[in-house]
C-alpha cells in the first residue's frame, strides 16, 4: 500500500513538470514583438542632478542605513550649493550614525551658523552627543531645541523627567 501512495505521488510530480515545461516552451517559443506603445521611452531630457538631487539620495539611502554613501551624496550637494543648511545636518546625523562623533558635530555647527533658531538642527546635535557620551551637552541642547519648539525635543524631555510642568 505504501508502495502504491509512493509510485502515485511520484507520477504526479512527473506530470507536472511535464506540464510545466511544456507550459514554459510554448512560452519562450512565441515571437517578442512589441507594439509601439509597449515599448520603453527614455526621458528626452536627462535628470537634473542638483543639489536638490544629490540630497534626496542621500536622504533616501541613510533611510535604509547606508550612512556612508549617505556621507558622500550629501557632500555632492554642498559642493552645489554651499549654503544648503539642510545637507550639513543630514550629513552630521549620518556621521553620528557611524559613530564619527567629531564630523558629526562640525556638520551639526556648521548648519546651525546658518539657521541658528531651527530647534531640529540642536535637537540632532544633542543626539549625536548623546551617542558619544557627552550627556551634560547632550542636556544643554535638548533644552535649546525645545525652548525653540522641536517636539521631538520636547518630548524626550518629558520622557526623562526633565520636560517643563
Not at 543626539?127 to 558619544?132: E, T, W
Amino acid at each position: 500500500m505504501k508502495l502504491r501512495s509512493i509510485l502515485c505521488g511520484t507520477f504526479i510530480c512527473l506530470f507536472a513538470a511535464v506540464l510545466f515545461l511544456s507550459f514554459s516552451s510554448r512560452l519562450m517559443a512565441q515571437p517578442k514583438t512589441a507594439t509601439k506603445s509597449q515599448t520603453a521611452k527614455r526621458p528626452s531630457t536627462p535628470v537634473k542632478k542638483d543639489a536638490d538631487y544629490w540630497f534626496k539620495k542621500g536622504a533616501l539611502v541613510s533611510t535604509y542605513g547606508n550612512n556612508k554613501a549617505a556621507v558622500q551624496y550629501f557632500q555632492k550637494a554642498i559642493a552645489l550649493n554651499p549654503s544648503y543648511s539642510g545637507a550639513y545636518f543630514s550629513q552630521g546625523v549620518s556621521y553620528g550614525q557611524l559613530g564619527q562623533y567629531q564630523e558629526a558635530v562640525d556638520q551639526i555647527n556648521r548648519a546651525l551658523k546658518m539657521e541658528p533658531q531651527n530647534g531640529m538642527y540642536y535637537y540632532g546635535r544633542a543626539r549625536v552627543y548623546l551617542l558619544s557620551g557627552d550627556k551634560t551637552k547632550a542636556m544643554d541642547d535638548f533644552k535649546k531645541a525645545a525652548d525653540l519648539g522641536d517636539e521631538d525635543a520636547l518630548d524626550y524631555l518629558d520622557y526623562i523627567g526633565e520636560g517643563k510642568k
